[in-house]
């Protein structure tokens, strides 16, 4: 089961947001988003508020449970 939860704020990396969904920390759970969100590993450390400085809108990341 997956589920798309949205960006809404800037300097949010993947396992604060992971940690704040959940609100605990699973482990494996950066690495499986990371398999469900291919693109996402090369936005870098923090993940994009706003994809491509464009007015795409908010980033929005598929979660697995």
């Known amino acids: 089961m997956t589920e798309t939860v949205t960006v ?33 590993a090369a936005s870098g450390p923090y993940m994009p508020f706003l994809r491509q400085r464009s007015q795409e809108g908010p980033t929005r990341v598929i979660l697995c449970h």
């Open 8 to 40: 809404k704020s800037e300097g949010m990396t993947l396992s604060a947001l992971l940690a704040r969904h959940y609100r605990n920390a699973c482990f494996g759970m950066v690495a499986k988003t990371f398999a469900l969100n291919q693109d996402l």
